[in-house]
C-alpha cells in the first residue's frame, strides 16, 4: 500500500505537535523516600525512638539505610535540629572593675 507525501507531511506535523509524555514514576531514590516519610520519622523520633531502630525498621520494610544516612537524611529536611556548637572564647574577659590595661 502507498501513501502519499502529502499524508507523510501530515503525519509528520502531527507527530511534532504532540506534547511531551508524561514520565510515570514507578520508583523513589532512599532520598525522596525518606523526604516523603520525614514527618512520621520526626513524631518517632520525638517519642524516643532511635535513629538505629528506625533505620533497622526501615530495612525490614524494604528501604535499607544506615542510622548516620537516615539521621543526614532527616537533617537535610529539617528534621532533625543540629547541635549548635559553641565558639571557644579565645580572648581574655577583662574582670569586672578593671580596665582592659590602659
Not at 523526604?35 to 520525638?46: F, P, T, Y
Not at 533505620?55 to 537524611?73: E, F, Q, R, V
Not at 579565645?90 to 580596665?99: Q, V, Y
Request: hydrophobic share 40%; no cysteine; aromatic share 4%.
Amino acid at each position: 500500500m502507498d501513501i502519499t507525501i502529502e499524508r507523510i507531511e501530515e503525519i509528520r506535523r502531527e507527530l511534532a505537535a504532540l506534547p511531551p509524555a508524561p514520565r510515570v514514576r514507578t520508583t523513589a531514590t532512599k532520598v525522596e523516600a525518606v523526604e516523603k516519610i520525614a514527618a512520621e520519622l520526626l513524631v518517632l523520633r520525638k517519642t524516643g525512638y532511635a535513629l538505629e531502630t528506625l533505620a533497622a525498621l526501615l530495612s525490614t520494610k524494604g528501604l535499607a539505610i544506615a542510622p548516620g544516612t537516615l539521621k543526614n537524611y532527616l537533617r537535610r529536611f529539617g528534621a532533625t535540629p543540629r547541635k549548635r556548637r559553641r565558639r571557644a572564647d579565645f580572648g581574655r574577659r577583662a574582670e569586672p572593675g578593671k580596665s582592659d590595661g590602659t
